[in-house]
């Protein structure tokens, strides 16, 4: 994966967009240092997404940021997304070999890992970074489950040298320390769709996290993940 993707990654939710355009949302973010986006519109249908997808599609290639999206292959291959990011290995979301398999070598392919060892085992399915949390508490999604806190990131750091992205009640305030426990960056959504100034809200959230990258030590296999281009 190219160095720094992962740093300030936002997702966008059309439940969770405070009555805005998710392509407006996308805009403001990248101008704010978004490095990577994701659709995320679970209760939306197939057409709705496809549609959604497009518009975003639009912006981040005008503007050179990575589209995925969650969960779904086939809208990733409708729209020319640049990859998608699937749930638990072994849960309901196609499994990441798949999603490799169908959608090339180039693609983005993220996976939500909970363990160390789920995280061991997926290396070697096709994925291109894994993320772990909620590691704060967080409203954003209902079955996220509990915080597992800044610690279960340093253990599936330990486990893995794919780039890490931490998930879950992530802030400008509190991104330092995931990035102290092992992240390459923080997936952010409440924190920029529901703020009221979304690129300032972006903009405080890459600072927080340029600093952070740069002073924290480099865990074995975090070179990946590196930095902010």
Do not use: W
């Amino acid at each position: 994966m190219k160095p720094g993707l992962l740093a300030v990654y936002v997702i966008l939710d059309p439940d969770h967009c405070g009555g805005r355009a998710l392509s407006e949302l996308a805009r403001l973010a990248i101008q704010g240092g978004a490095t990577l986006i994701q659709l995320r519109a679970e209760q939306r249908s197939t057409y709705e997404q496809v549609l959604l997808a497009r518009a975003l599609r639009d912006v981040t290639r005008q503007q050179g940021v990575p589209l995925v999206i969650n969960d779904r292959v086939d809208v990733a291959l409708a729209v020319g997304a640049d990859g998608v990011h699937v749930g638990h290995p072994g849960l309901e979301d196609l499994p990441p070999e798949l999603a490799r398999q169908l959608l090339g070598p180039a693609a983005i392919v993220g996976v939500s890992v909970a363990t160390p060892e789920e995280a061991a085992a997926t290396a070697a399915l096709g994925a291109s970074y894994l993320s772990v949390g909620p590691i704060f508490a967080t409203a954003s999604k209902s079955d996220a489950g509990a915080a597992v806190g800044p610690e279960r990131l340093t253990a599936v750091r330990a486990a893995t040298g794919l780039p890490l992205c931490a998930i879950g009640g992530i802030t400008a305030a509190n991104a330092a320390r995931a990035i102290a426990a092992g992240a390459d960056g923080v997936a952010v959504m409440s924190a920029v769709t529901m703020a009221a100034d979304p690129l300032a809200a972006t903009r405080r959230l890459a600072t927080a996290l340029t600093r952070s990258l740069r002073l924290s030590p480099s865990p074995q296999g975090r070179g990946q993940g590196e930095g902010i281009d």
